[in-house]
């Protein structure tokens, strides 16, 4: 009921109004501001009780403050109400404006649902603007401040202090009221957002730097290895940074492993095993060169550093000191393929070495005139021939590889079907012909088995035969050349291979060799000697290892059996 005195009722309450409104947009926290949204409508709109129900994530509406009664808020602070409750309470009853009055002669029906709420006892109203103690006002929060906008929460008010009704001016202030809290709320809102954002970004970036600071001490405290190259670029490759166990095993200094990449200090013959490397998860052993132009062998094991926005961007690579392993790999390679008395080659390397020359194709003979001028005019049945005499026919090599499943390799030493047909880089092995020396070159197989070996042995014991055996194969070793290989078949046969020999030079060979065996061999102030017989046979394509050592073994024996006894001797 307005009054005479309602001018200066409306200026105090426009002071207190001016003083919530300013408490609510200094509070701290959102807690703070629903908190002060609550008291400013007991302590600034004149009513004895008020509450803010929030609007939660899922929809529904939690009592987030309560003010006017310290029994009452222990009741419902944190109780939520659904929202299918609450909407069906804010298109009840009178519509104020945006506000929401529920009379008690309504409100009975809302008793039973599940919004929290409070019963306060009183007489009936004894005029028409009285309030009753079930009277409901609402003053719903929308983000927009207008109803078209989200719901934000509402604010319920209870028992005006004045007993009445609120007329027209208690209900514009309650809705202006409403309208600045809906935007003290938001900005409450975005304010903790925005500390919760700075706080996971302060503790993201702590986590960076201790990332980083675990990185930084794993790379420059690694036991082995470590380096981090760029990708990409001008600059592929080119070593950034290198820790100090990297810098050791190369004897060079961090600064100066800045101006080189992988391929300046890698072997020139491991350039080809870098390159194949691929960048991610790529591995590879390799002799990276130190300081002072020895090489280390190494094991590099590649990674991607990559960037979630740009992509690729740097290539970490672990090098592992692998010397160690490789000697005793190589070690264990030369004690399979070498004599462990003599260190020659033994006779499965031999073998080796000797397939690895030939092919399966033998030698043809040169074309006559007549099948050069068929070849010339198209009639290929007579075949065409290579440099090397070697005829070739192309139909006939692909049928050959068809039918043993060869089109793409071969399973002889030569490496290829076409190995075999004489259509690749293979040099065929040539052998001269006959008994004279006709000026053909050609890989030259000479076999030694020792005369009076055995004698020693018996006489003398293993000890001095085998100290025979090792002077025998260093004599062997120094009258040959570097490129020729000296074998040990076993017990006392010697093989030589020699490539390039006409047949006097293979026989002059022999000689000399020969001639190298038979001085004395002192064994523990003891002078002992042993003979030689040399059995030279010749090695050509279309021929097997084991038939040209065959080969040269009958042709040995046939020189032994020739010689006279004197040169046989041992003593």
């Not at 009741?75 to 009055?101: K, P």
């Not at 007489?123 to 929308?142: T, V």
């Not at 938001?186 to 986590?207: C, K, P, T």
Request: glycine fraction near 10%.
């Amino acid at each position: 009921m307005e009054t005479e005195s309602e001018p200066y009722v409306r200026l105090a309450t426009l002071r207190q109004l001016h003083q919530v409104m300013a408490d609510m947009n200094t509070a701290r926290s959102l807690a703070d501001t629903l908190q002060t949204v609550s008291d400013g409508v007991v302590n600034g709109l004149g009513f004895e009780l008020a509450c803010v129900n929030l609007v939660r994530p899922d929809g529904d509406l939690v009592v987030a403050a309560f003010s006017g009664d310290s029994s009452a808020e222990a009741l419902i602070t944190g109780r939520v109400g659904s929202r299918a409750s609450w909407d069906r309470r804010l298109s009840m009853g009178e519509a104020w404006g945006d506000l929401r009055f529920i009379p008690h002669t309504e409100g009975w029906v809302l008793d039973e649902d599940d919004v929290p709420q409070w019963f306060t006892d009183g007489p009936p109203p004894r005029f028409e603007d009285e309030w009753h103690p079930a009277d409901r006002l609402f003053a719903p929060m929308y983000a927009t401040g207008g109803s078209g906008g989200e719901l934000l929460g509402v604010i319920s008010a209870d028992r005006p202090r004045n007993g009445r009704r609120p007329g027209a001016w208690g209900r514009e202030a309650l809705q202006m009221y409403a309208f600045q809290a809906a935007i003290a709320i938001s900005n409450a809102r975005l304010r903790a957002n925005m500390q919760r954002a700075l706080v996971r970004l302060e503790r993201e970036q702590q986590a960076l730097r201790a990332s980083e600071e675990s990185f930084r001490q794993a790379f420059e405290y690694a036991p082995s290895g470590m380096a981090i190259a760029e990708m990409g670029g001008d600059q592929h490759g080119r070593l950034l940074r290198t820790n100090d166990a990297l810098c050791r095993l190369l004897s060079r200094p961090a600064s100066a492993m800045r101006r080189y990449s992988f391929s300046d200090l890698v072997h020139p013959e491991d350039i080809g095993t870098l390159l194949r490397t691929s960048a991610e998860g790529g591995r590879a052993e390799l002799r990276l060169g130190r300081r002072d132009g020895t090489y280390v062998w190494v094991s590099l094991r590649n990674s991607v550093v990559a960037d979630a926005a740009d992509g690729p961007r740097f290539l970490l690579t672990h090098v592992e000191d692998i010397e160690e392993r490789k000697r005793r790999e190589l070690h264990l390679a030369h004690r399979a393929s070498h004599d462990s008395l003599t260190g020659l080659p033994n006779s499965a390397e031999l073998r080796s070495r000797l397939s690895a020359r030939l092919c399966r194709r033998p030698q043809l003979p040169e074309p006559s005139a007549v099948d050069s001028l068929d070849a010339a005019y198209g009639d290929r049945t007579g075949g065409t021939y290579d440099t090397n005499g070697h005829g070739f026919d192309f139909a006939g090599a692909a049928a050959a590889a068809a039918a043993t499943g060869q089109q793409n390799g071969g399973s002889g030493p030569s490496g290829g079907i076409y190995d075999d047909y004489g259509f690749d880089h293979h040099v065929h092995i040539v052998a001269p012909e006959g008994e004279t020396d006709d000026g053909t070159k050609g890989l030259a197989v000479l076999f030694c088995d020792l005369d009076g070996f055995k004698s020693i042995n018996d006489r003398f014991g293993h000890h001095t035969g085998d100290a025979v055996l090792i002077e025998v194969a260093r004599r062997l070793t120094s009258g040959v050349r570097d490129g020729d290989t000296v074998a040990r078949l076993g017990g006392d046969e010697f093989v030589v291979l020699a490539d390039g020999l006409g047949r006097a030079d293979a026989e002059d060979l022999a000689v000399r060799l020969r001639n190298a065996i038979i001085p004395p061999i002192r064994v523990d102030g003891r002078a002992v000697r042993v003979g030689a017989s040399f059995g030279i046979g010749w090695a050509h394509c279309g021929m097997t290892a084991d038939e040209v050592l065959k080969s040269a073994d009958q042709r040995m024996y046939i020189e032994k059996r020739s010689r006279a006894k004197q040169h046989r001797r041992a003593g």
